[in-house]
């Protein structure tokens, strides 16, 4: 069994910078992809960005050039570095690992292990 811990998220104003941290209690390479993901009040929850544990991330295009998702194995934890922050980007923001030997993507379905979600609130 694999244990998510988000820490990091908090207040911004437009234009700032946060970064997310996700530790896990177990071997991320039990997973092929770890992910963050995000859920605004009222909204459904969407992918932000994926990266395979052998390192190459991908991104939402809502995201793409402003955040950055990376992994430090050693640590067993992953990042999320959000820059450039708007208020569009006010959600919970989840870390998930796949628990499998395929990369669920952005399918939601596919991640076995969640974290307890962080609060990112950005003001104008």
């Known amino acids: 069994q694999v244990q998510l811990a988000e820490s990091g998220g908090g207040s911004a104003q437009a234009g700032g910078s946060l970064r997310l941290s996700c530790t896990s209690s177990?071997?991320?390479?039990?997973?092929?992809?770890l992910a963050w993901f995000r859920q605004a009040p009222g909204k459904e929850r969407e992918g932000v960005a994926f990266?395979?544990?052998?390192?190459?991330?991908h991104y939402a295009n809502s995201v793409k050039g402003r955040f950055t998702i990376s992994l430090d194995a050693a640590r067993k934890t992953l990042y999320l570095q959000l820059n450039d922050l708007k208020p569009d980007d006010t959600a919970t923001y989840y870390c998930?690992?796949?628990?499998?030997?395929?990369?669920?993507?952005?399918?939601?379905?596919?991640?076995?292990?969640w974290g307890q979600g962080t609060q990112v609130t950005v003001s104008s």
């Open positions: 998930a690992a796949d628990g499998t030997n395929w990369c669920p993507e952005f399918e939601i379905a596919g991640y076995k292990y």
């Open positions: 177990g071997s991320i390479y039990n997973s092929r992809c």
């Open positions: 990266i395979y544990t052998g390192g190459t991330p």
